[in-house]
């Protein structure tokens, strides 16, 4: 069951690539946050109540509903509707995402760890890549938002990756990092789309002090 979870997340990846429509963007980074829930839960072998609540409170609750409710509020009220970027070929953009699994579970194999799952290691640092590489060929700073939360999900990936015990401190701080650092920056795309009409990079060589 896992493995599906897993390989349905890696699909996500593949649709970001595809997909030019923001709102798209917000509906697989909800898909995203249900498919996490679905690794955590069949991937340890213990869970306690409190580790159960909280689980769901960072994956259904605030990676599936309330970040992506926050996204379409923050794409409503800029009207935004398809990200005319990236300059970058589709099909480049889909090599990137093939690629960086290939290269994640080449490194996970070749650390030969015992400690270390394979499966998640790959997804989670193919998703990371694929985060950066997203906003890199970006200019729309609502999609540099959502290539942050799609590195976030690699993190949270990340500390899976390294036994099947719940890493609990890690995620809470993964956790405070992205309701932070969304609602920051959600602010911070709105102001720019409130005084340029627009939330391209390029308006902020415009401002000064």
């Known amino acids: 069951m896992v493995l599906l979870f897993i390989i349905f997340y ?13 709102k798209k963007f917000v509906v697989l980074l909800s898909l995203q946050g ?5 690794v955590v839960f069949f991937s340890l072998y ?3 109540i409190f580790d159960f609540i909280f689980i769901l409170i960072e994956t259904i609750l605030v990676k599936a509903i309330v970040i ?3 996204l379409n509020k923050v794409r409503k009220h800029n009207n935004l509707k398809k990200v005319h970027e990236p300059s970058v070929p589709v099909f480049y953009s889909i090599i990137v995402v093939v690629t960086s699994l290939i290269f994640s579970f080449l490194i996970s194999n070749y650390l030969k ?9 790959t997804v989670a640092f193919s998703s990371v890549i694929f985060g950066l590489y997203f906003i890199i060929i970006h200019k729309n700073i609502f999609s540099h938002l959502v290539g942050y939360i799609i590195i976030e999900n690699g993190i949270f990936l990340f500390s ?3 036994g099947s015990v719940m890493p609990l401190m890690v995620n809470l701080a993964i956790l405070l ?6 609602l920051v920056l959600g602010t911070f795309v709105n102001r720019i789309g409130n005084t340029f ?3 391209e990079t390029d308006n902020l060589t415009k401002l000064k002090d």
């Not at 890696?10 to 429509?21: D, G, K, M, P």
């Not at 249900?34 to 679905?38: A, C, P, S």
């Open 177 to 182: 990092d992205v309701f932070m650092g969304v």
């Open 197 to 199: 009409d627009s939330i």
């Open 113 to 121: 760890d015992n400690q270390i799952h394979t499966l998640y290691f």
């Open 10 to 22: 890696a699909v996500t990846l593949i649709y970001f690539a595809l997909s030019e429509r923001v």
């Open 68 to 70: 992506p409710w926050f």
């Open 160 to 162: 899976l990756a390294v």
């Open 46 to 48: 213990k869970i306690e």
């Open 34 to 38: 249900f498919l996490l829930f679905g």
